[in-house]
Every structure is written in C-alpha cells, then in structure tokens.
C-alpha cells in the first residue's frame, strides 16, 4: 500500500511542477500590475493549440517555438491595447477586462478548433520503472522541463539586473520609476515571461492528457489556489503552492473518485480565504 501512496505523491510532483509554471507565470503579474489576471488561462489553452497547428506542419519540437512566440505575442497585445489604456483606472476594472479577454480568447479557440477533445495523437509507451515507481517518458519530460524553467527564474531575479528591477517593481511601482528603472521593459519582460511559462505549461499538460477549450480555465484555478497559498505576490510561495495543489489532487484520488479531483483546488480556495488569506506559505515578502 506504501507503494501506492508513493506512486501518487510522485504523480503529485510532476503535475505541481507545472502547476508551479502557471503560478509562477501568474504571480508575476500580480506582483508588478497588482491584479489578477483571468486570461492568464487562454494563454495556457492557445500555447497548446498553435503547437497542434504547426505540429501538422512541422515535426512537433520544432511547432514548440513558434507555438510559444505566438503566445508571447497574444500577451504583449492584450497588455498593450486591454490593460495598458486601463492600468490608471480602479483595480476592479482590470479585473473585469481581464475576465472578458478571457471570454473572448476561448471563444476564438472554439471557433479555430470546435469544442471537441483533440491530441497531439502520440502513441502510448511502456513506462519506465524506478524503485517500484512508473514514470513515464513524458512524465520525465514535464518535470525536468519545469525545473528548467523554474532554475531559470531564480536565476534572473537572483542575479540579473532585470530580476533586481522586477523586485523593485514588485515593492513599489512608483519607486522603481524614480530611481530611473526601465518600466516599459520590466512590463515587457513580465508579460513575456508570463506567456512562456503558460504556453509552456499548457504544452507540456496537453502532451500528457488532452486538448480542449476549457483546459485554460480549469488549470487557472489550480495556478491561482497556488498563488492564494504562497501569498499573492510571492514567486517562491506560488512555486511550492503549486507543488502542494499537484500533490493534495493525486493523493485524494486515494479517498475521492478522479472525477473530483479538480475540487480539490476550489474546496483549498475557499479555506485559504476563509482561514488564511496571506497564504500559508507567504514566508518571503514580494520576489526577495
């Protein structure tokens, strides 16, 4: 039965790591704009589907690129005809923008791709056994590319001048523009890691389950459960937030039915908020 419980902790891992990725993505916008941003999601739908696109085209690793810039290039638009003209008015308005974009962004997927289940169409393989634990190829594939990712972002804010504005830009944004900060390239930079990291994440769940147009929405409430138990704000809480989601999930497949599983995300929001609302790992103020 240990072995079990194990296999499930282990599955509980590799979804969080990427679970991490949309949260990670989620509460740099936060930290720097001060809102949440709903369209966050679609950013993780349509990564997946223009890699669908140009992998009918090109071999599948190479559709990844473009996939992703296009993304990228999604995001610098909704910020620079949505957000941008609204960024001076309340804080309730880019909440409500945000919530349309989000709208119109998966209704444009249903209108390119219907509404049915598509795949990436890779065929089932052998798992690979390690001390009595399956993981599969692609398994191995999302976790590794995650902490790529992951390194990746505390490499730039621990050691870059860029990281160094973004964690000014998080404490103040006034601040950061009287001491001569770039914002226009720190709101650049957010944006565009933000969208990688969607993209990369919806890519890399898609691989290992399916495609459809409300896969956006139903990972960004697991991406925002984890920004709510980090502390919003809080990129190193948002990343344990998310391992801590992909674990609760697989090991309440142990007790609840599968079918509950995405529950499991509503039912921690609601204690969060009701209990704990600076986030239980809110152990780091902002992105320090």
Known sequence: MSGY????MTNGIIAGAVYALFAVGLTLVY????FINFAHGELIAWGAYLTLAFSALIPFGAA??????LTVLIALTQERYVYA???KKTGITLLIASIGLSYFLRNGLRLLWGSDLQSFGFEAARGLVFFGITVSRT??????AAVIFLGFVWGLLRFTMLGKGLRAAADSLELAEIVGIDMKKIRRAVWIISAVFAASGGILIAIDTNLEPMMGIANLLKAFAAVLLGGAGNVWGALLGGL????AENLGVAF???GYKDAISFALII???LFKPTGIFAIMKGMR
């Open 139 to 144: 398994q191995i594939a999302m976790f590794l």
């Open 271 to 273: 204690a969060i908020l």
């Open 5 to 8: 419980y194990l296999q499930l």
């Open 85 to 87: 003209p609204l960024r």
């Open 64 to 69: 990844i690129f473009p996939a992703v810039a």
């Open 31 to 34: 930290g720097v704009f001060r």
């Open 244 to 247: 801590f989601i992909g674990i």
């Open 256 to 258: 609840f039915s599968p």
